[in-house]
């Protein structure tokens, strides 16, 4: 599919550095301003930073740049304004496309012999932004006590035991050098711009709400199939110019090698409508539901490259 439909290399640089430019300029703002100016550059990190994700998400498939040092160098710097090491990130992502909607990867539902509050909890967590701050603390953990990082330490929730073993040791090394700068460069902006610790967190929060919460209204409700259990949502227009057509997901989860850039305008046939992604979000807060129906995760085991 790269063959025809070409990387925009240009264009993606271009996109990335100007999302970090932006994003330095709101982060410098927020030392500043005080009351609604904090909430809107909270707002504004959070409108631009899940664009960067976007962008980091080509990254993530090596479709940012053709070159693969260009692409995974942009990709983690990308990442330090999340922030997060790219290498566990990229795993986690890529470990998705191999886990959706099996057992081990449906947030929607619970199962026999499974804690239904534990569930409520995981999924409301993800609705709310705790998700993004599990993430967050990872940088902690890896940077500090990468060893932590393995099933053992997560046997109380499946799928994060499913995360855990995919994740290759070969790239803990490079994880805990990106949690570290993470942590540097963030205690480096804090300390330069003399921004107030609840304003730092504000305006990452801004971006760390939205990005949880969208993270699985692209597949809350779908068909329990790896590839086709997604759905193609819509909003403004600009919005999704913004996003770089994110919300184009069960075409990216068809055409994972596909760059974002040609999600709008691939051939499939008769399309089924795009439903908007506001109420879908709404939806998902009636829980997750009882279900006797049992997907295998035919990845189990499988170590990200």
Do not use: C
């Amino acid at each position: 599919m790269t063959d025809s439909h070409p990387i925009p290399a240009r264009l993606n640089l271009v996109i990335a550095l100007s999302q970090m430019i932006v994003l330095l300029g709101l982060l410098w703002l927020s030392a500043s301003v005080e009351g609604w100016w904090l909430l809107a550059v909270a707002l504004g990190y959070g409108l631009v930073m899940n664009s960067a994700y976007a962008m980091l998400h080509e990254a993530e498939h090596g479709l940012l740049h053709p070159d693969r040092g260009v692409n995974d160098l942009t990709g983690v710097v990308l990442a330090l304004f999340f922030p997060a090491p790219f290498h566990l990130i990229r795993q986690g992502h890529i470990g998705h496309h191999m886990r959706n909607r099996s057992d081990d990867e449906a947030f929607d539902f619970y199962f026999d012999g499974e804690s239904r509050v534990w569930k409520y909890l995981q999924l409301y967590g993800i609705l709310t932004g705790l998700f993004w701050l599990v993430i967050v603390f990872s940088n902690v953990l890896a940077a500090l006590a990468p060893r932590i990082l393995r099933p053992n330490s997560v046997k109380f929730d499946r799928s994060s035991v499913a995360l855990m073993e995919s994740l290759n040791p070969r790239w803990m090394p490079l994880v805990r050098i990106e949690a570290i700068s993470a942590i540097l460069l963030h205690g480096g902006l804090i300390w330069l711009w003399q921004i107030p610790i609840m304003h730092w967190f504000a305006t990452l929060a801004g971006f760390g709400v939205i990005w949880s919460a969208m993270q699985y209204v692209h597949h809350f409700g779908t068909e329990r199939d790896v590839m086709n259990g997604a759905k193609n949502l819509r909003t403004w227009r600009w919005l999704d110019a913004l996003w770089l057509n994110h919300n184009w997901h069960l075409r990216h989860h068809r055409h994972p090698t596909v760059s974002w850039i040609y999600l709008p305008q691939l051939d499939e046939g008769p399309q089924s409508r795009r439903p908007h992604l506001l109420p879908s979000y709404l939806r998902m807060w009636r829980g997750p539901r009882l279900t006797h129906e049992r997907i295998e995760n035919r990845h189990a085991g499988k170590i990200i490259r």
